[in-house]
């Protein structure tokens, strides 16, 4: 089941990207949050790497559950700065940086531990008070604090597109996202940054026409979450 629904969206991914004509990779995280660690062993044996939580304690009690998952782990939600500490020592990409007080947490956290910690910067470019996420008009500055941190790697970006009846609609603020990440590059080192975090289950398809090289999907590979 699990295995047939990520091969579906592993074919849908490679669509999106020939209808664009790109042939460059896409990542493929699929958010385990709600799920229990049984869904994300059974991913894990039939080709998942990436794995996306969005709070820090049930990522702890998974990775204390299943110890030996060999995957790479990234937090997709909201951080609250008093978790800062076990989100650096517990995951690999952290791609919910959302204002400069979470940004300076995690320094101050990796620092501590001596870590260089991968993160994304999270931009709420529909503005939606809903969500997390710096403002476009804020977003340069903030790179250029980040990029004075030592304890950081700023990856990339990462956006959350609005819930829209007609998902088209969200098309514009991936194409904004597009434009912002392809901007940033000239704040940080060549190379540096690789990462354009968007697209879940429902508009995917458009985030990868639109640059997204890094995909977090839940519900089309694990089905819908029982709260
Ligand atoms: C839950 C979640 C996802 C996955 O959502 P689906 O619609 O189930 O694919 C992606 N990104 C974030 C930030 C999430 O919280």
Known sequence: MIKDQIEIVQSRIQAALSRVGRT????????????????????????????????????????EEFPDNGATWHLIGHLQTNKAKMAVSHFDLIHSIDSVHVLQAVQHAAAQIQKVQDILLQVNIAREESKFGMTVEDFPEICKLASTLPNVCVRGLMCIAPDMENVEDVRPIFRIAHALYENMKHTFMEGQIQYLSMGMTHDFEIAIEEGANMVRIGTAIFGSRNY
Do not use: F
Request: no cysteine; hydrophobic share 40%.
């Open 24 to 63: 460059d990779p896409v990542i493929l995280i699929a958010v385990t949050k709600n799920h229990p660690v049984s869904s994300m062993r059974d991913a894990i044996n039939n080709g998942i790497i990436h794995v996306g939580e969005n709070k820090v304690q049930e990522a702890l009690r998974k990775q």
